[in-house]
């Protein structure tokens, strides 16, 4: 006993522990909503927050807050943050734990602006996810010693590029307190006159989208250990009065990798201003439709001189390599440098350069680039020569489709496997092991020049998958049915598949992955044929049964038996026969005839036709779409009526009615001139049952209805009725009959 308790109790405690310990990592859920309306202690949606102030009040490490749609102004210095005394060069261990303010599923928070100012280091961590900040000035703002802060999946827009200089993260120090650790990821920055203006060490912007910037994308004014990677900066919006640059950098110790660049009004990585500016990494960037020098960088030294050719050098360590640079390529007159730089100890090799120029000056290693322009001492590269002329041609052999921005390599070109490994791991950076896009750095030998490695198609042939074979009934039995063929499966080992053609006999019936065709009742076997991106070819086949269902004759119904009285005494009456209750179990019933003694007197389904005096017994025939066909009859009674005098004479018409379906009896008089008016109904006895008028009447025709009830609102049994109609002298008895 003591043993099992003990077991229980272990057990017990270890639940507890482990609960705990899910509290402390996983941390608390917070809500905001600037529509709630309950109580605000921000436990649940109906008790959100609507004031942000709220969630960094209460949030700690570890906890989120969701957030759902609404304007939530600008955030400023919302609490007192806890001192920073850590390292500001190193950057924050990798167990931090933060506090995520990030938008909920479906909805877009906007904000106006952040800002946070201190005097001395700060902690802040804090992951700001998915906010929309619109504002009239800087986006973000960090003032000075700022640690921490991230920033995902956010869309950070302002007033305009030409509207003051503001900048979506101002992030700047003082009196030497530099930010530290602040990453910036898969973020939308747009219509601001800088994208980032940054004073910050271990700053990582990554995979962001920074267009319709003014003077500058980024710039980079002072910190260490920085990442620029996987960015696109497109349409700068230039303002003249200042400079245009896309990424400029005043120091050292920073990676440029893997970025797009194009539609640039100025330089596109630019080392400028002053101080030296060691171990700096440009690889796998594609820099196109640009007007100035690519990349470029010199050393102010306040009177020395302002150019590479003039200046001291810029710093070492420099590494340039496997980048694709096309300087403005549809205006050869701005086609500048692709490097105008002047730096020592340092590597440029494995690049395409289709510039104008193209050279760093001073003590560079630089060789297997394909360029325009071949400066002295560069090894085992190959020029195009410096023309326009030497450019196009370029363009044209090397790249799939420049004209629209595509810069793949094509296959074969000069490219491939043009590259060295000599300076593998040159100045302490280790080569890439990916290109661009992810591919694998060295495909099939050695590495290719450009941001592009070519990935060899073809070696293998593809694999068609026709899909599984069907079988498909002919619902509508028009003896043909849509089928979806499916060539999903089929698959390239070693590239793609760029044509799906289907045949049958030798005959071409579509083309696609997934094509819809029409099949005729009956067996087909149809031929899928892949070709790859090399050329090669594969085929498979699938059998495709279209099934015809054994066809179900339709149902006639003729409607129900009518009688009707010539109400015009011509000895005829127009009767709408009705055959819309008849239906086709499994099909649709394209034909209605009708006949009457082996002759047909209508078609349709609610046709009107004139019928003699007398009973006349009707054949309805449906016939289906399978050609199937069944009858059913119906039975039309026209009775006769009396014309005593005058134009309507004076007489019951609808003379057989039945009360519970709300029939009534027609008594119509006409008087030739004024008399005292008496209606009775009587039974076969004898017995007065109800009375119908007991009225002078002026000469007219006068018309009344019995609706075979008596005088005490009751239904009168079923049998033979009689009105007496009596007008002065003149007297007459007309018989009703009462059916139920």
């Given amino acids: 006993m003591k043993t099992k308790l003990h077991i229980v109790l272990i057990f017990t405690l270890s639940l507890v522990w482990l609960m705990v310990l899910q509290a402390v990592c996983l941390g608390a859920t917070y809500y905001l909503d600037a529509n709630a309306t309950g109580n605000k202690d921000g436990t649940t949606w109906e008790h959100a927050w609507t004031n942000i102030i709220d969630a960094f009040r209460t949030a700690t490490y570890g906890d989120t807050v969701l957030i759902r749609d609404g304007n939530y102004g600008k955030i400023t210095n919302p609490i007192t943050f806890p001192a920073y005394t850590g390292s500001m060069t190193d950057p924050l261990p990798t167990d931090t734990q933060f506090i995520t303010f990030k938008a909920d599923a479906g909805h877009e928070p906007v904000f106006t602006g952040i800002s946070i100012t201190s005097s001395s ?15 009239a000035g800087h986006g973000v703002s960090f003032h000075y010693g700022i640690v921490g802060p991230r920033f995902k999946n956010c869309k950070i827009t302002g007033p305009g590029y030409n509207v003051g200089d503001y900048r ?64 696109h900066f497109h349409d700068q919006q230039r303002v003249e009065a200042m400079h245009a640059d896309v990424i400029a950098f005043m120091h050292g110790n920073i990676i440029i990798r893997g970025n797009k660049i194009h539609g640039q009004q100025g330089q596109a990585i630019f080392g400028q201003g002053y101080g030296v500016k060691d171990n700096v990494l440009i690889e796998n960037n594609l820099i196109y439709d640009c007007k100035i020098n690519e990349i470029s960088g010199w050393y102010y030294d306040g009177g020395a001189g302002g150019t590479p050719e003039e200046g001291p050098y810029i ?13 403005y390529p549809k205006d050869w007159s701005t086609c500048t440098s692709g490097v105008y730089a002047n730096f020592i100890n340092s590597d440029v090799y494995n690049n395409i350069f289709l510039t104008r120029d193209y050279g760093g000056r001073g003590l560079v290693n630089h060789g297997y680039n394909i360029v325009l322009s071949l400066p002295s001492g560069e090894e085992n590269s190959y020029t195009y020569g410096r ?63 450009g941001c592009y490695e070519y990935i060899s198609t073809g070696l293998q042939p593809p694999i068609a998958n026709a899909g599984p074979d069907q079988t498909v009934i002919d619902e509508d039995k028009d003896g043909s049915e849509k089928v979806t063929l499916d060539g999903s499966g089929s698959m390239d080992p070693d590239g793609t598949i760029i044509s799906y053609v289907w045949t049958e006999d030798g005959t071409q019936i579509a083309t696609g992955v997934n094509p819809t065709v029409t099949l005729s009742t009956g067996v087909h076997t149809i031929m899928l044929t892949v070709t790859d991106d090399g050329g090669l070819t594969n085929t498979d086949t699938v059998t495709i049964s279209i099934v015809a269902l054994a066809n179900q004759p339709p149902i006639a119904n003729a409607g129900a038996d009518q009688t009707v009285t010539d109400t015009d005494g011509n000895g005829s009456e127009e009767v709408t026969l009705d055959g819309s209750g008849s239906f086709d179990p499994d099909g649709i019933i394209i034909s209605y005839v009708w006949s009457e003694g082996g002759l047909q007197i209508a078609t349709g389904i609610n046709p009107t036709v004139t019928l003699s005096i007398g009973t006349h017994s009707i054949t309805l025939t449906v016939t289906d779409n399978g050609g199937l066909t069944d009858t059913d009859t119906v039975t039309i009674e026209v009775l006769k009526g009396d014309k005593e005098f005058g134009e309507l004479p004076t007489g019951c018409y609808n003379n057989v009615i039945n009360p519970l379906k709300g029939e009534k009896a027609l008594i119509v008089v006409d008087l030739q001139k004024q008399a005292h008016l008496k209606l009775n109904v009587y039974d076969t006895r004898g017995n007065r049952i109800r009375e119908l008028a007991d009225e002078e009447k002026e000469a007219d025709t006068h018309w009344y209805y019995w609706d075979g009830r008596n005088d005490s609102g009751s239904v009168v049994g079923s049998g033979l009725y009689f009105v007496h109609i009596q007008a002065g002298d003149y007297k007459k008895t007309k018989k009703i009959v009462v059916v139920k």
């Fill in 315 to 327: 710093g070492e360590n420099w590494v340039i390599r496997y980048n694709t640079i096309v300087a």
């Fill in 387 to 449: 023309t326009e002329q030497g450019r196009d041609t370029a363009l044209a052999e090397l790249f799939v489709d420049p004209d629209n921005g595509d810069y793949h390599l094509k296959p074969g070109v000069r490219a491939i496997n043009f590259g060295s490994t000599k300076w593998y791991g040159s100045q302490g950076w280790p080569d890439p092991a990916t290109d661009l896009e992810g591919n694998p750095r060295i495909n099939d030998g050695t590495p290719d020049a």
């Fill in 168 to 231: 979506g993260f101002n992030i700047l120090s003082y009196q030497g307190n530099l930010n530290n650790d602040i990453r910036i990821e898969n973020c939308e920055i747009a219509h601001y006159q800088r994208g980032f203006c940054t004073q910050c060490n271990n700053l990582v912007i990554k995979d962001c989208d920074i267009n319709n910037f003014g003077s500058l994308g980024m710039s980079l004014w002072g910190g260490a250990n920085i990442l620029i990677e996987g960015n």
């Fill in 121 to 135: 280091p700060i902690y802040v961590p804090y992951i700001f996810d998915g906010f929309t900040i619109n504002s």
